[in-house]
């Protein structure tokens, strides 16, 4: 079997990881793989060692050139089938470009937000199968009126890291500039409006009254950092959050955490969360979307209303005045990812997916 994947993204988080993680079980499975993929992209090096990588201009939604490019590549790979894995005008030119070449066609939706009853219509008519990444999209999707005979679920996942026995809170403190005693609560992802930064904010102040050493770093980057660098420092936050950047080194920074905290507005599943109960982090997260398929409410973090940062500060605050339900909460989250979101059966969904539309 030879599955043609497109991924438009630039850097390799999201979606671009999930596609690597496949790309690389499925070649252990012995299925080929060619990668179509933005020029310049981190995911166009980092897929190299499992597929045949095509880099190529990918301009956004109304890039209608890319279903020409597209199209070059299928009739010159000669895949089995054309997996789209990303919405950045790939999912529409992508699907064009395969109907045209005859092949099937298979789009993984990875995001909650609402798209119009027209919009469904005619875009998943290009689609043989539309994979689901989490119940909340599953029920987004039916909602809409996709035909249910047209979707399957298939869990994102995580690689499942060794737990770390002893995290190195000595070398964490010094590298983020923290005081031993310090409580620290991390927040992992792109600095956008729909991951909620700025609900943590407003909760912040109610959490400083009663523990006035917990401090809060961002991991990520995105279009909002200057805003939040403006609302930290209007907000007099300036010496409690920090916004760290993209790291590279997560594995060894969550575990030193207290506290992983998720206020996103949407959210499809949020594979951050999965990371930090790998780590064996309590988490306080959205309910909204997917999460709480990631997040089990009072068994592997707590789950509060999204938007209502009176309602994350209540929830903060009962987990950092008890270590005791920390402990707990960690625990039973890194059994339920290494339970229901592994890498292994990610790929075995995706294929049975594949081997399916392909015996149809």
Wanted: glycine share 10%; proline share 5%; with cysteine.
């Amino acid at each position: 079997m030879k599955v043609l994947h497109v991924e438009g993204g630039r850097n390799l988080y999201g979606g671009a990881h999930q596609m690597l993680l496949l790309v690389e079980g499925l070649k252990v499975r012995g299925v080929q793989n060619v990668v179509a993929c933005r020029t310049g992209s981190e995911l166009a090096d980092a897929a190299r060692p499992f597929a045949e990588v095509c880099a190529i201009r990918m301009n956004g939604d109304l890039d209608v050139g890319l279903i020409r490019r597209l199209y070059r590549i299928i009739r010159e790979t000669r895949p089995d089938i054309v997996h789209l894995h990303s919405r950045i005008g790939a999912d529409v030119m992508g699907g064009i470009a395969a109907r045209l070449a005859g092949v099937p066609v298979v789009h993984t939706r990875r995001v909650d937000n609402p798209e119009s009853g027209l919009a469904v219509a005619l875009k998943y008519r290009l689609h043989d199968r539309v994979i689901a990444i989490s119940e909340g999209i599953e029920r987004v999707l039916l909602s809409e009126g996709l035909p249910a005979n047209k979707l399957r679920r298939v869990r994102d996942a995580i690689e499942i890291t060794p737990i770390v026995e002893c995290p190195d809170r000595g070398w964490f403190e010094q590298a983020f500039g923290l005081q031993p005693g310090t409580l620290a609560l991390g927040v992992v992802a792109q600095l956008i409006k729909r991951k909620g930064h700025h609900v943590l904010l407003e909760a912040l102040p109610e959490v400083l009254a009663r523990f006035p050493q917990v401090k809060v770093l961002f991991f990520g980057k995105g279009p909002l950092e200057t805003e939040l660098y403006n609302t930290i420092d209007r907000m007099g936050l300036a010496g409690q959050v920090h916004l760290a950047g993209f790291r590279d080194d997560l594995p060894r920074v969550l575990p030193c955490l207290d506290v992983f905290v998720h206020p996103a507005l949407r959210e499809g599943l949020g594979v951050s969360l999965l990371q930090a109960s790998c780590g064996r982090l309590p988490i306080v997260a959205s309910r909204v979307g997917g999460i709480p398929e990631a997040v089990r409410d009072g068994e592997t973090g707590l789950l509060v209303e999204p938007g209502n940062p009176v309602d994350l500060a209540r929830a903060l605050n009962l987990l950092l005045g008890d270590a005791a339900l920390r402990q707990r909460l960690g625990q039973a989250g890194r059994q339920w990812v290494e339970e229901a979101f592994s890498a292994d059966l990610m790929v075995d969904g995706n294929l049975a997916v594949y081997r399916e539309l392909l015996g149809a």
